[in-house]
């Protein structure tokens, strides 16, 4: 039951981005559910979860747009990453295309987020070791390059997916440019895309 009391919670907007079958939406059923399916259906369009993360005496709510990677939905990524004050990019360790797209996305989204945007970059599927195609150093040498958080994680085992989510959480309260929809009684929420008003309705 969320905890209405403390004046210091915060509401948050974050989306994960990356291609196809990186595993988005297991990273979220994970951290959102403490989840896995073996065998995932793809994301059509979008979906909606929340979460809170305890960051010292605070707590973050996360309203996660889980976004579907496939290229014929990419062009519907800006309306939820538009305003968002985290984003998750992930990308497949066994998948060395899959770390090309998450440099895009990570790209795009320096340049068209918002100016204070926390980014992690989240290198999934350890799981799978046998079959890494992107190496640690690289992944990890391309995230500080660029700023980012980075964790190389597993969704299947659980692996780091809290401890991402946990980063993100911390670094938010830093970031204070991110603009809000609404401020009232000292909390701070992202409305999703289809709450907000519209000039046509």
Not at 22 to 43: A, L
């Given at each position: 039951m969320e905890d209405n009391t403390n004046p210091a919670t915060r509401y948050l907007f974050h989306t994960p981005l990356g291609n196809g079958a990186?595993?988005?939406?297991?990273?979220?059923?994970?951290?959102?559910?403490?989840?896995?399916?073996?065998?995932?259906?793809?994301?059509i369009g979008a979906a909606f979860l929340t979460q809170t993360?305890?960051?010292?005496?605070?707590?973050?709510?996360?309203?996660?747009?889980?976004?579907?990677?496939?290229?014929?939905?990419?062009?519907l990524a800006p309306m939820y990453y538009r305003g968002a004050a985290a984003a998750l990019v992930?990308?497949?360790?066994?998948?060395?295309?899959?770390?090309?797209?998450?440099?895009?996305?990570?790209?795009?989204l320096q340049r068209q987020?918002?100016?204070?945007i926390v980014i992690a970059l989240a290198g999934n599927k350890v799981d799978c070791e046998s079959r890494r195609e992107v190496s640690t150093q690289a992944a990890k040498e391309y995230a500080q390059e660029t700023g980012c958080l980075f964790f190389e994680t597993s969704a299947k085992t659980?692996?780091?997916?809290?401890?991402?989510?946990?980063?993100?959480?911390?670094?938010?309260?830093?970031?204070?440019?991110?603009?809000?929809?609404?401020?009232?009684?000292?909390?701070?929420?992202?409305l999703p895309p289809e709450e907000k008003k519209s000039c046509c309705k």
């Open positions: 990186v595993g988005k939406s297991s990273c979220v059923e994970r951290f959102v559910k403490g989840e896995f399916y073996e065998f995932q259906q793809s994301t993360v305890q960051v010292q005496d605070y707590t973050v709510k996360f309203e996660i747009w889980d976004t579907a990677g496939q290229e014929r939905y990419r062009s992930v990308y497949d360790i066994t998948e060395y295309e899959s770390f090309n797209g998450a440099k895009a996305w990570i790209e795009e987020g918002s100016t204070d659980g692996q780091n997916i809290d401890a991402v989510f946990q980063a993100i959480a911390e670094k938010l309260p830093k970031n204070t440019n991110a603009q809000p929809d609404v401020i009232k009684d000292n909390i701070i929420q992202f």
